[in-house]
Each structure stands twice: as C-alpha cells, then as structure tokens.
C-alpha cells in the first residue's frame, strides 16, 4: 500500500497586535513640543536686555589726549524684533512689516554711528524673518550682522530704517549675544 506524498500544512496567519491609530501621532507631537519648548525657553533665557542709555552719550576723547582709536574692528550681530498689535502673525510663519511698519522688512538699513553721528558701518536685517512667540506676545524676528565695526569708541548708534538712533555702550554691541532691538508695543 502506497501513501500519497506528505503535504504541509498551510501556515496559519499570526495575529499582529493592533496598535491605537492615535498612538504614533500623539507621541510625535508630544516630542515636537517638548524640543520646541526647551529651545524657546533657551533662547529666552539668553537674550541680553539692552541697557537703559541717555540719548546724550559721553563726549568723545579728543584725538590729543594720547588715546588711538586704531584700525581694530568686530562683527557686531544681534536680532530686531517688530512688535505690532495690528498684525495676526502666527508663531513660526513668515513674517514682514505691514501698514505703518512696511519699512521694517528683510533688506532694511542697519547703520552704525559712533558717539558724534559719524556713521561707522552700513548693514541689513537679515532673512527670512520669522513670527516668534515672546511669552504670549508674537513678534517679527530678524538677525542683525555687520562684519567690521571699528572699535574703540565707547558708544555706538544704533538706527533701524529711519526709526531713530539708539545708543548702546560698547561692552554691548560686542557681546557674545550681540544686540537685542525691538520697535512697537511690548507691554
């Protein structure tokens, strides 16, 4: 008596456990939010405050007085923040000055002045500007870089567009964070 071949059986399906479609996407956004809030809260917590200065810096030293300005220079860099009510930026979204602020866009003038007016340095807001969140107020932020800015001046001018000069002490201009500008209402 002869057997007919031996056949194997067909594999059984196995069973994959299910995992809650809501799982993966909450558990992303939950990762997205934490790096986000850790980076915000750095960020924050290490941009300097400017330092209240009278509009009327100090004279400068007279050339005579034995005291050379030289020819050394630093980069000075920073950011510019646009505070305006009448805008609905939305944190991260592109950003530019609108209405009353249509001045205040990427390309914008940066000058540098020393303590006479005489202007030092010719820069511009960086791009592309970004809505950030403040604690709970949005503006418009841009980076400020100025390669070669001489040295040695003890006050320098600030003046963004044609919205007047701000005068910084030199220990600030050439901080390690660099300058922190802000134009609008930031109560």
């Given at each position: 008596m002869t057997h007919p071949p031996y056949q194997m059986p067909e594999a059984l399906p196995v069973a994959k456990p299910k995992r809650p479609g809501w799982v993966v996407p909450v558990v992303a956004v939950l990762?997205?939010?934490?790096?986000?809030?850790?980076?915000?809260?750095?960020?924050?917590?290490?941009?300097?405050?400017?330092?209240?200065?009278?509009?009327?810096?100090?004279?400068?030293?007279?050339?005579?007085?034995?005291?050379s300005f030289g020819d050394a220079s630093k980069n000075l860099t920073g950011t510019f923040t646009l505070y305006d009510d009448g805008q609905r930026w939305k944190d991260n979204?592109?950003?530019?000055?609108?209405?009353?602020?249509?001045?205040?866009?990427?390309?914008?003038?940066?000058?540098?002045?020393?303590?006479?007016?005489?202007?030092l340095a010719l820069g511009e807001l960086k791009g592309p500007s970004y809505a950030h969140n403040f604690g709970g107020r949005v503006g418009?932020?841009?980076?400020?870089?100025?390669?070669?800015?001489?040295?040695?001046?003890?006050?320098?001018?600030?003046?963004?567009?044609?919205?007047?000069?701000?005068?910084?002490?030199e220990s600030e201009v050439f901080a390690a964070l660099g300058v922190d500008l802000t134009l609008g209402e930031n109560s």
């Amino acid at each position: 008596m002869t057997h007919p071949p031996y056949q194997m059986p067909e594999a059984l399906p196995v069973a994959k456990p299910k995992r809650p479609g809501w799982v993966v996407p909450v558990v992303a956004v939950l990762v997205v939010l934490v790096a986000g809030l850790g980076a915000a809260a750095a960020w924050l917590l290490a941009r300097p405050q400017p330092a209240i200065v009278p509009v009327s810096a100090p004279a400068p030293v007279p050339a005579t007085s034995g005291v050379s300005f030289g020819d050394a220079s630093k980069n000075l860099t920073g950011t510019f923040t646009l505070y305006d009510d009448g805008q609905r930026w939305k944190d991260n979204a592109p950003c530019t000055g609108k209405g009353g602020f249509a001045d205040i866009q990427t390309g914008a003038q940066v000058k540098v002045s020393d303590p006479t007016g005489k202007l030092l340095a010719l820069g511009e807001l960086k791009g592309p500007s970004y809505a950030h969140n403040f604690g709970g107020r949005v503006g418009c932020l841009w980076v400020i870089s100025i390669d070669d800015v001489p040295t040695g001046r003890g006050f320098y001018g600030i003046e963004i567009s044609h919205r007047g000069v701000i005068q910084y002490p030199e220990s600030e201009v050439f901080a390690a964070l660099g300058v922190d500008l802000t134009l609008g209402e930031n109560s």
